[in-house]
């Protein structure tokens, strides 16, 4: 997401109050100092140890850590403005922090440590609810045909702008759709520059708020410009391959405790196989735990809601994503990723293909047992969900990163444990 940094916000004690500087330096005191001081019991500095010193170093790179990831997190990504992905992020960081202590055999109080990373999740919290209003992004809107469609998102406070005056009213920045602006707005819009308010075209702000890409005017230069870098796809390849071998011993005994319930609840194969289009449009076999009664001469359609196919096991496994564990094979055969867009069957593909521009570009990366679209948009069901969902995609490969794609990662936790999109 576009960051904005407050730009309304131009008095001293707004800035100082909401500057991220101010929030570390007093999120520090709390989480920080203030645990340290009391599990010392506030003695002499000479009679501290340097257990006790070492966790204060590591407990503040732990906060740090933890409050610039978060506040990354917020400004970087559509939906990041979610008190969800707080608490695992610190989990995270702070458990790196102590399990570092057992592996370099560093001499640190743990206690102080773990007391401070609740102490950071309590806080971070507090300053989550009482901040969020003052991070919406306040924007004022040129009234034209393209815009109206950031007008009705709740996601931001955009407010309309009909005429090229702003009454004194403070804004973070102002958006036009730059091509059909008239020269009496470009005059306006100059001044407001000159003002140092930001100025900003319709279509960027539209995909850093929604996390989608417009394709219904795609051109073929907007398509080349959407390409992964050759260095992502390497590493994350190896990336894939590491969380794979490591979470074997996790998600192995899942798959075979899954696999008894499913055969004892229904007759059939207790794994399905299809054909499904991977990258470059070619079509691989992709496995499945299945959820479904069994039946080999079912025609292909989507899954509905409440589907009668589903089985009782299949309703659980379906909403944890258990049943697509077995696609872990996938990964290790190089024919999917663990974060890209979901590969379709081949009848889809050609409908859609069809009826979508530019639909098969998705295929330009490696399909993933999640995704961007999986965690925004959820199931798609018909054509017009399956156009929203693949500007989604769209998003995804142009915003493609490590960090991205472990934002979608703490996201897909999310979709697990509410069953988001899950059908």
Not at 269 to 283: A, C, D, E, S
Request: proline fraction near 5%; glycine fraction near 4%.
């Amino acid at each position: 997401m576009k960051n904005f940094s407050q730009r309304r916000f131009h008095k001293l004690h707004e800035q100082i109050l909401l500057s991220r500087t101010f929030s570390l330096m007093l999120g520090w005191c709390i989480a920080v100092a203030l645990p340290f001081a009391i599990h010392i019991g506030f003695r002499d500095i000479n009679y501290i140890d340097n257990g006790q010193f070492n966790a204060l170093w590591l407990s503040s790179i732990a906060f740090v850590l933890s409050h610039t990831w978060c506040n990354s997190l917020t400004a970087s990504y559509p939906g990041g403005r979610s008190a969800f992905l707080i608490a695992p992020q610190i989990f995270f960081v702070y458990l790196c922090v102590i399990l570092g202590t057992f592996l370099f055999q560093i001499n640190a109080s743990r206690l102080i440590i773990i007391t401070s990373g609740l102490i950071t999740l309590v806080w971070l919290y507090i300053e989550y609810i009482f901040t969020y209003k003052y991070r919406i992004p306040k924007l004022a809107v040129v009234v034209q045909p393209n815009t109206q469609e950031l007008l009705a998102l709740n996601t931001i406070d955009a407010r309309p702008l009909s005429i090229p005056i702003l009454n004194e009213k403070r804004y973070d920045a102002i958006v036009a759709d730059f091509a059909t602006i008239t020269p009496e707005w470009q005059r306006f819009l100059t001044q407001c520059a000159l003002q140092r308010t930001p100025i900003y075209n319709a279509n960027q702000i539209f995909e850093s708020v929604t996390g989608r890409v417009r394709i219904r005017n795609m051109s073929e230069n907007n398509i080349g410009a959407l390409l992964p870098s050759v260095f992502y796809e390497r590493v994350k390849i190896c990336l894939d391959w590491l969380i794979v071998i490591l979470t074997l011993p996790i998600t192995i005994p899942i798959v075979l405790l899954t696999a008894i319930l499913v055969k004892l609840e229904s007759p059939g194969p207790v794994f399905y196989t299809q054909t499904r289009i991977g990258q470059g449009n070619k079509p691989f076999t992709i496995y499945k735990i299945r959820s479904m009664r069994f039946d080999r001469a079912a025609p292909e359609k989507f899954a509905g809601e409440d589907d009668p196919r589903i089985t009782r096991v299949g309703k659980i496994i379906r909403k944890l994503r258990i049943d697509e564990l077995p696609q872990f094979l996938n990964i290790i055969k190089g024919d999917m990723s663990l974060i890209g867009p979901r590969p379709e069957q081949p009848s889809f593909v050609e409908e859609f293909d069809k009826q979508i521009p530019f639909y098969s570009y998705r295929h330009v990366v490696k399909p993933g047992i999640t995704g961007w679209a999986q965690v925004r948009h959820g199931y798609a069901a018909n054509s017009d969900e399956t156009k929203v969902k693949i500007e989604h995609d769209f998003y995804y490969i142009k915003n493609c990163s490590i960090s991205f794609d472990f934002y979608i990662i703490l996201l897909t936790i999310r979709t697990m444990l509410t069953g988001f999109g899950a059908r």
